[in-house]
DNA sequence: CAGCATCCTGTTTGATACTG
DNA sequence: CAGTATCAAACAGGATGCTG
């Protein structure tokens, strides 16, 4: 059982994360194309937050008040792309646009919930391990 | 059961990534802090290489071609001070040292090994919303 | 309201050369 | 062998102004 059993190791050149949107082809690991859009500044806090239900997109701003409309914009495009979130405009006017999680949105955020967790349960372990490496560096 | 009860939502002006190792302080939020480790371009890679066994310096290097030498050292240094791998030297000559994960990093593993799971799982269902979502973009 | 286009910056990463 | 140091490039993200 080799270590590439759980997940193949070669890397890519490929740069990690998306530049232009449509532009990009999957990349030949799926693990690697996952963490790279997961491992964004935005994207996790958006999963989150419509995990819980759908949300309009000043909605989701004012959730997150320091996301730029930029990076808002940028970040539901690309769970959308992903089949993570839909999107629905509402012909209102001014018109009105909301997200909502997918199943397959759901289904990834099972997972991905259960690592969070362990992020908030192991806080504290992590943060002593750090006080002792940096402890020991002087 | 407001949005914020899986996990702190609000966001913090700290930079995503630690560049200062030793400088950098816990940021209020575990979940932020730990995508940002393992949403590192190698971190996920050496997490499922030393959780198959321990490895040393070189043998990394040779199942992760194309990682540079710097990041590979500074990549491994993050995961030794967040205390999920070990380092121990072993005083030959010339010196080798080996990683290999601790129970903490094991327990680490365990979530994000699902979560690959499902990467991988899901890897057709991804590239389908993704073809669909660039047909309907023209 | 919900974007898009442009410009600009700091951070992350890679390349290369050198060392105990 | 297992690093460190320095420089350069690529990229992610922020700020601002404009639009249907």
Same mark, same amino acid.
């Given at each position: ?43 996790? +806090? +958006? ?26 914009? *940028?970040?539901?495009? =690309? ?18 646009? =909301? ?20 992020? =908030?349960?192991? *806080? =504290? ?14």
């Amino acid at each position: 059982m080799s270590a590439s059993t759980v997940v193949n190791l070669r890397s890519t050149k490929a740069p990690l994360r998306a530049v232009d949107i449509s532009k990009v082809t999957f990349t030949d690991c799926p693990v690697r194309d996952l963490i790279s859009q997961i491992g964004g500044k935005w994207s996790v +806090l +958006l999963l989150e937050a419509l995990a819980q239900r759908p949300y309009r997109f000043g909605e989701l701003r004012r959730m997150v008040p320091d996301i730029s409309q930029r990076m808002l914009t *940028q970040t539901l495009r =690309e769970l959308q792309r992903d089949g993570y979130i839909g999107r629905e405009v509402f012909p209102t006017k001014p018109p009105s646009v =909301e997200y909502r999680m997918t199943d397959l949105g759901y289904s990834l955020y099972e997972p991905l919930a259960q690592l969070l967790n362990w992020a =908030e349960a192991n *806080q =504290e372990a992590v943060r002593v391990a750090r006080a002792h490496f940096d402890q020991s560096q002087d």
